[in-house]
């Protein structure tokens, strides 16, 4: 294997997604990938997928478990002020909705695709290095088990999530990175038990954000806003669920099950978007390109987004000759990017505790909530936006 059309960094979603979509239009991909895919299989991340995200994982031939699976849900809670109050995304938008079901299980669907059509994937490979893509030869070399290996192709898709090394890879003069760090973090726990609720719940409290998701009917994800260094060895199971119970209203806090963790974690909070996202043959995609706070539940749903219209751009240029899409990559894109990091840092901004911004801040989330459940068009303008704006 030394030669490719493209060349994919990293096997998470965007990857993964990308390769198949290019599988499908008859372009040929190489995935390399640093860790094993049982470690990227291992991580637990998003929930919420925008019907755009349903769709072009149907497109790409994996959207069977997620039909037969994913959980619709045609609203959501926010809780403030000790009461919760739903926005009904189904009566907002006529009919459109969003779909439970987690990134693991859309990785582990696009992993089997891949494996059932014999497709090349290099996992455990280290000191993976991007060449010459700034000009008409780009290159990707990797070492495997104490042997080097070297791939020469088309185009490079940079894949490879907010630590890779695609971005890194850039010449610094010729890219423009924007960057807000959060003052707090989100600890997660997953929870074989039932939901406290059929619709996820987003709450703004005193001690700080919660929010209550799930998996399924019998897999619960819950989180709690924590301190930037929070330590998740300081939160036993018992702490964890005192916490989560004191921030929900009195309903939820009476119906929650509790049990055994399976997975607990923290995770910090950031916005991040590099520009552009295109150098020569090489194209940044999804985390390597952007990070959201994960209160709009936009991460996985903006990689998907990328990868459409890079994947589009391919085919258009490989079976058509054209060079318009992949000009347009970057600039199509992150038009649609600013607009999820907008909204994903407005829901961050009212629904977490940001203790320098001491009363008035506090009193401006609660008049903010207050406004958006006073009014039909803030409470739609937040529905289009939960529910994905059009690729
Ligand atoms: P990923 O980071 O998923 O995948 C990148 C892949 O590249 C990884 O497999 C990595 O091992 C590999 N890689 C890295 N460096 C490499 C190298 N040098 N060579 C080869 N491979 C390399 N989004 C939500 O919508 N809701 C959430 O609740 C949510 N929670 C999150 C929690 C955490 C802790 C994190 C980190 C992210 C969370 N996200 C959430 C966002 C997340 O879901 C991402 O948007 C999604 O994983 C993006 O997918 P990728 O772009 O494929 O990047
Ligand atoms: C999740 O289920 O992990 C989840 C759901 C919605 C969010 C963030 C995370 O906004």
Same mark, same amino acid.
């Given at each position: 294997?030394? !030669? ?14 990308? @390769? ?27 929930? &919420? ?12 031939? =994996? ?11 045609? @609203? #959501?809670?926010? *809780? ?19 779909? %439970? ?12 695709? !891949? ?30 088990? @104490? ?14 999530? #907010?630590?890779? =090394?695609?971005?890194?890879?850039? $010449? ?26 059929? +619709? ?9 954000? *919660? ?12 989180? =709690?806003?924590?301190?930037?260094? +929070? ?8 702490? #964890?669920?005192?916490?989560? !119970? ?21 995770? $910090? ?15 940044? &995609? @999804? ?6 706070? $994960?209160?709009? *539940? ?42 999820? +990091? ?12 940001? $203790? ?19 009014? %039909? ?9 939960? %529910?994905?704006?059009p690729y």
């Amino acid at each position: 294997m030394t !030669r490719t059309q493209v060349a994919i960094i990293g096997a998470g979603p965007s990857g993964l997604l990308l @390769g198949q979509l290019l599988h499908r239009a008859g372009i040929d991909a190489v995935i390399i990938e640093r860790k094993s895919a049982a470690y990227v299989l291992s991580r637990i991340r998003a929930g &919420v997928l925008e019907q755009g995200t349903v769709d072009v994982l149907a497109r790409a031939g =994996v959207g069977d478990r997620l039909k037969a699976e994913g959980l619709v849900h045609h @609203g #959501f809670a926010l *809780a403030f002020d000790g009461r919760r109050r739903r926005i009904d995304l189904g009566s907002l938008l006529g009919g459109r909705h969003v779909t %439970v079901y987690g990134q693991t299980e859309v990785t582990r669907d696009l992993m089997d695709a !891949r494996q059932a059509a014999g497709l090349p994937t290099v996992y455990d490979a280290d000191e993976v290095a991007l060449h010459d893509f700034d000009g008409p030869n780009p290159r990707v070399s990797w070492r495997k088990d @104490g042997v080097s290996h070297s791939l020469s192709c088309d185009v490079i898709a940079g894949c490879d999530g #907010f630590h890779g =090394v695609s971005r890194t890879s850039v $010449p610094d003069a010729s890219i423009r990175t924007f960057e807000k760090v959060y003052p707090f973090g989100w600890l997660g726990i997953l929870a074989d038990v039932p939901p406290v609720s059929h +619709e996820l719940i987003y709450a703004n409290h005193e001690r700080g954000f *919660a929010l209550c998701s799930m998996r399924s009917a019998s897999r619960s994800r819950y989180y =709690v806003q924590c301190a930037i260094d +929070e330590k998740v060895e300081a939160w036993s199971d018992q702490r #964890f669920w005192d916490e989560l !119970r004191l921030r929900l209203d009195p309903e939820a806090a009476e119906a929650l099950v509790t049990g055994p963790s399976i997975e607990k974690s923290v995770a $910090p909070l950031r916005s991040f978007v590099a520009e552009p996202l295109r150098f020569g043959r090489l194209f940044l &995609v @999804g985390d390597a390109a952007h990070i959201v706070p $994960p209160t709009g *539940a936009k991460g996985l749903n903006l990689a998907v987004g990328d990868v459409h219209y890079l994947a589009t751009a391919l085919e258009e240029h490989f079976t058509g000759g054209s060079q318009a899409g992949i000009d347009a990559y970057s600039a199509t894109a992150l038009a649609r990017i600013w607009k999820a +990091e907008r909204f994903s840092w407005w829901m961050t901004s009212i629904l977490h505790r940001f $203790p320098e911004g001491g009363e008035f801040g506090q009193r401006m989330q609660i008049a903010e909530l207050d406004y958006l459940f006073s009014s %039909v068009a803030a409470q739609t303008a937040l529905a289009e936006n939960y %529910v994905g704006l059009p690729y």
